[in-house]
T-cell receptor, first 114, second 115 residues
């Protein structure tokens, strides 16, 4: 157990729908990162939050949004889902805003859009 | 912009063979961090090592060793006496200090160790 908890582990939904992925960071970590792993794009950084504030943005679609709550858990919202959004979504946490102490990844949420 | 290249998409070896996974990175920054992660068939990402740009010492951890060479922008990973349990996808990644903090991953190398 890495200490980073992601729920749900699997999600199957239809095109056009909206889903929410949840991440609880390792105890004491203030930064949360979201990554998408797809067959054609590989592992890509989506967005980072540090202590409730957005700190960095990657290749995140406008249909996607995220937030980090006061208890430091984070949610990634995916809307108007398309077949191409099917992927493994990882959350990672780290102690500092820079992350260079290392990132701990959750086990991921596998999203299948049908 | 940062880039990580893992030229070997797939490697197949027989158990007990040594195998080296190559990683070449690109960055203009002088302060950066390099990582290796393992992704077994179960899907999770397992942290293996972090190395900062000021520390070129090679590292050995059991059957694993890493060779960092700034002159060639490479951070290669060697598994000695490979085992079937080493079968996984291995990712090299780069994080640049003060440049967004995200990890830039290479495309990964799938290692298959056959008995």
């Amino acid at each position: 157990d890495s200490g980073v908890t992601q729920t749900p582990k699997h999600l199957i939904t239809a095109t056009g729908q909206r889903v929410t992925l949840r991440c609880s960071p390792r105890s004491g970590d203030l930064s949360v990162y979201w990554y998408q792993q797809s067959l054609d794009q590989g592992l890509q950084f989506l967005i980072q939050y540090y202590n409730g504030e957005e700190r960095a943005k990657g290749n995140i679609l406008e249909r996607f949004s995220a937030q980090q709550f006061p208890d430091l858990h984070s949610e990634l919202n995916l809307s108007s889902l398309e077949l191409g959004d099917s992927a493994l979504y990882f959350c990672a946490s780290s102690g500092g805003v820079e992350g260079y102490y290392g990132y701990t990844f959750g086990s991921g949420t596998r999203l299948t859009v049908v | 912009a940062q880039k990580v290249t893992q030229a070997q998409t797939e490697i197949s070896v027989v158990e007990k063979e040594d195998v080296t996974l190559d990683c070449v990175y690109e960055t203009r920054d002088t302060t950066y961090y390099l990582f290796w992660y393992k992704q077994p068939p179960s899907g999770e990402l397992v942290f293996l090592i972090r190395r900062n740009s000021f520390d070129e010492q090679n590292e050995i951890s059991g059957r694993y060793s890493w060779n960092f060479q700034k002159s060639t922008s490479s951070f290669n990973f060697t598994i000695t006496a490979s085992q079937v349990v080493d079968s996984a996808v291995y990712f090299c990644a780069l994080s640049v200090f003060n440049a967004g903090n995200m990890l830039t991953f290479g495309g990964g190398t799938r290692l298959m160790v056959k008995p």
